[in-house]
């Protein structure tokens, strides 16, 4: 059985556990086992909501009983007040929460697809009462403004010897910012956006600002070698303030040279 199938599979298997028990109401599948199947692949893994029957909340979180009775777990920890993450004897990994039906409308989450569901229980139950805010594009002016200077104080850093925050606020507050400028220097192809994860599938909706970041994470010892690819790509797609740069430059230049 391949992993696609594999997973569709153990979802339906969570489903009839949870209807065995008596104390739930819907298991809902989110991103790639939700609406999004067509991403379902090899490297998915299971992503979904219990919602449990009123006062059965801590049922399902203090005894994985029903998820063991499916398949042998190797692995688990409880990741939030509300959940875990699990990995079973055969590789399937799953996040998940549960919820009781009230504290849904507390829940920020995308649409979500039913498994499975009471009778009773409307199909309305996998639609969030607050669905993720879109956040509007941040001005250009502002996001070459942070990543500029999240360049010059990961330079600095990294001469003085903190290569690990070097490398956060090069390698990656920076390169946030190139991802959200590539928003508006780039026309998007298609592709599923995260409203949580922006970084997700941005090769696929961003090529040719994608085929650039090998340059701009470089890795632990090449911050300053990132911090130059950034910079280059910052002038090439937006304004540039040139002292900026130079200053920028010299650094960089500092940097390398003390280095060796």
Known sequence: MDHKALLLKRLDEIAASLEQSG?????????????????????????????????????FLDDLGWLRSIHPV????????????????????????????????????????????????????????????????RPIEWLVGEALTNLYVGVQRYRRGEKLSALRFIQGYAVDRILELAEQIETRQPGVVDAFNPERRF?????QTAQHLPDFAQGYASSPQSALAILEFLEAHAPVNPAMAAALRELCRMALAEAT
């Open 74 to 137: 190797t692995y688990a920890f409880q990741n939030t007040v509300d959940g875990h993450k699990l990995l079973f004897a055969d590789g399937v990994l799953c996040e998940y929460a549960v919820f009781e039906q009230s504290e849904l409308e507390a829940a920020v989450f995308p649409p979500g697809r039913v498994i499975w569901k009471q009778a009773d229980v409307p199909d309305t139950i996998a639609l969030p009462a607050r669905p993720p805010e879109r956040r509007s594009p």
């Open 23 to 59: 104390r739930a109401l819907a298991l809902i599948g989110l991103g790639s086992v939700g609406l999004e199947l067509e991403r379902l692949d090899e490297y998915s893994d299971l992503d979904f909501f219990v919602i449990a029957a009123d006062g059965q909340k801590r049922f």
């Open 203 to 207: 090769e696929v909706r961003y090529p």
